[in-house]
């Protein structure tokens, strides 16, 4: 886990930046209770958005490392069976997917003659 996130102080790291990780993570969960939003989410449409970036050509470790998210996680969302994916995910998580953009596949030559 990297120094800087949230979890690293969650674990006993006492690094400024981590506990100031922690304290913004706090905070903004804090702020989405007060808005009424809830931490957890239908995990459906990430899954469907990791289902496109796969039939766009990225692999689960391209999605993992791009999105920032475990690749143990991208593989359950990915499971062929609902029944067998997580239900709900962290509202985090769910963001940090939809952000990850499709690749953009090209159709023609790749160089213009």
Request: charged fraction near 35%; charge should be positive.
């Given at each position: 886990m990297p120094h800087g996130s949230p979890s690293c102080a969650d674990y006993g790291c006492?690094?400024?930046?981590?506990?100031?990780?922690?304290?913004?993570?706090?905070s903004r969960?804090?702020?989405?209770?007060?808005?009424g939003l809830r931490a957890r989410v239908d995990s459906e449409p990430a899954a469907d958005h990791v289902a496109r970036l796969r039939e766009a050509g990225?692999?689960?470790?391209d999605i993992a490392a791009r999105s920032g998210v475990s690749d143990t996680l991208i593989r359950?969302?990915?499971r062929p069976?609902?029944?067998?994916?997580?239900?709900?995910?962290?509202?985090s998580t769910q963001?940090?997917?939809?952000?990850?953009?499709?690749?953009?596949?090209?159709?023609?030559?790749a160089h213009p003659a």
């Open positions: 006492r690094l400024a930046e981590c506990l100031s990780a922690a304290r913004r993570a706090r969960r804090r702020a989405d209770r007060a808005a990225m692999s689960a470790g359950r969302l990915l069976d609902p029944q067998r994916r997580p239900r709900r995910i962290l509202r963001d940090a997917l939809l952000g990850t953009a499709v690749p953009v596949t090209r159709t023609g030559p």
